[in-house]
């Protein structure tokens, strides 16, 4: 992983490096990768890898805006907080996804908690997932997953890329994907909550329309409220 940090304030920049550092010492993890740019433009010429990308909002030069939708262009599972002091930004920001919005003076205990889900944002995302046919095992990010599906004997992995028929059941599936992202709304199908389009008391459509998945109606008011969580972790 590698966390990059935007900002034409080198104070700043010192202080977002120390919370994260004490973020990960204090979780007793492994600091990964810090990488900081003072401009827009030296950030959009970094060659590496982008996961996490704190963004300043007024830099002279390429504005924070711009910054953020070239980013997401590139890469549109990047996961961007934009910082600012002026709050008239934030739709502009809003409108290419931004994970969380800070305001300066940033708030340490609040930082550890945005911080917190982007981790495990990130780890959705990243996830390996294999898939074993018949055939062959292949191995594909969870995110790709749109649905299980059972479907008499067969149980089918819907993913972005094609249908697979999978040699396990429905159990091993419950069991293996990551539950703050996947649901069982029925019992022929786990499905995945970043690819819903929309959904009433029976039904889920996923992919726009490409796919639609039973939703039990005992369990609308769980999976409406699980989904509205995803949706909150996703700001």
């Keep these: ?13 010192q202080q977002l490096k ?19 740019f003072t401009s827009g433009e030296s950030l959009l010429a970094d060659k590496g890898d982008k996961d996490i990308v704190i963004l300043d909002i007024e830099m002279p030069g390429m504005n924070g805006i711009f910054v953020g939708n070239e980013l997401k262009k590139r890469n549109k599972n990047i996961i961007i907080f934009v910082v600012t002091s002026y709050s008239e930004y934030l739709d502009e920001a809003m409108r290419f996804h931004v994970f969380r919005y800070l305001s300066k003076p940033l708030d340490k205990q609040r930082f550890f908690r945005n911080m917190k889900d982007a981790i495990v944002y990130y780890n959705t995302l990243t996830i390996k997932i294999p898939v074993e046919t018949r055939t062959g095992v292949y191995t594909l990010p969870a995110s790709y997953i749109i649905a299980i599906e059972a479907q008499g004997r067969k149980v089918i992995v819907h993913t972005i890329k094609q249908d697979f028929v999978s040699v396990h059941t429905m159990e091993y599936w419950l069991k293996l994907l990551p539950t ?4 069982q709304t029925h019992r022929s199908f786990i499905i995945n909550f970043e690819h819903v389009t929309d959904f009433d008391h029976t039904t889920i459509n996923l992919m726009n329309h490409h796919l ?9 008011s769980s999976f409406k409220n699980a989904y509205l969580l995803y949706l909150e972790s996703m700001r």
């Excluded at 992983?1 to 920049?13: F, G, K």
């Excluded at 703050?180 to 649901?183: E, M």
């Design 18 to 36: 120390k919370y994260i550092i004490l973020y990960f010492e204090s979780n007793h993890l492994k600091c990964p990768e810090l990488v900081s």
């Design 1 to 13: 992983m590698r966390i990059l940090i935007c900002d034409d304030d080198t104070l700043m920049i």
């Design 212 to 220: 639609t998945a039973y939703l039990t109606r005992r369990k609308y």
């Design 180 to 183: 703050n992202s996947f649901f």
